[in-house]
């Protein structure tokens, strides 16, 4: 097999990695269904194909290993979700959630009704949310039911700390609900009980993404260092049977990296409103 066929072969296994990890990082179906939106690759995302294929050609052109493509394509987006912390907006989005119960309670304390009170919050919400905010005091003065605004209101935001504060107002609306005031406290107060506890969990998260961090570097840079101070060594790589076995210890590495990216990856909660469903 020459030259030309392993570096097609190559080619077309570094696209099947990218499709299949891409896939694996698709928006589930459900949530699909919630926002009503299915999108198609956004800018970033191209941006990220575009490095991971660079990445796989650079390190073809390095090693002169046609397997080199797909590794090392698959390595950038795999290391994707170890840089930074993924908590850090819904935390931010739950702090806002809190903070605009409490707007929305000390508004109402002053006697104002509740389609009056969510409207008035929408210049004065935590930027956070303020876009979300913004959009439900516009369906309000618009003449939007009540109902259908703050539905649509927690479907933007897609939070169950917002789905619950969206069902106690929907209460009030269409049941007159006493001291919702009262109630407003204890939920924002609740919400902020959940940001300390979310804090605490992210704490202990970046530590063991840290760690995993450090691991990968190490071995990442000890391949580098032998591809670049010890071809000889490497020499036995370049066979056909050691291309498959470098396929198989990358799968263990990968396999390995993927299940300690499990232990530091936040879990979605399952939301209490979802499109079409009564309160």
Known sequence: ?????????????????????????????????VTGQHRGP?????????????????AFAVTRWPV????GAGAVLGLRGLVGGP???????????????????????????LTQALIATAQVSPRAIREQVGALASRLSAGALVATALRSFADELADPAADVVVATLLMAAT?????????????????????????????SRASARSAVR??????????????????????????????????????????GLWLMGIMVRARPQSRLLLAGQDA
Not at 49 to 57: C, S, V
Not at 225 to 234: I, K, S
């Open 68 to 71: 080199a493509i797909p590794l």
């Open 1 to 33: 097999m020459n030259t030309a066929v392993l570096i097609l072969v190559a080619s077309l296994g570094g696209g099947g990695v990218c499709l299949f990890i891409a896939g694996l990082c698709r928006k589930p179906v459900d949530v699909i269904a």
């Open 214 to 255: 450090t691991v990968t570097g190490f071995s990442l840079g000890f391949v580098a260092f032998m591809v670049v101070f010890a071809r000889p060594y490497l020499e036995p790589y370049r066979t056909p049977v050691g291309q498959a076995m470098l396929v198989v210890v990358a799968a263990v590495f990968g396999l």
């Open 175 to 203: 049941e007159r609900a006493h001291r919702l005031g009262d109630l407003l406290g204890a939920l924002a107060e609740s919400t902020r009980q959940d940001v300390a506890m979310r804090q605490a969990v992210e704490a």
């Open 42 to 58: 956004t800018r970033g995302q191209l941006r990220q194909g575009a490095i991971a294929l660079t990445a796989g050609l650079l």
């Open 87 to 113: 908590g850090d907006g819904a935390i931010e989005k739950l702090e806002a959630i809190a903070s605009w119960t409490e707007m929305l309670r000390d508004t109402l304390a002053g006697a104002a009704g």
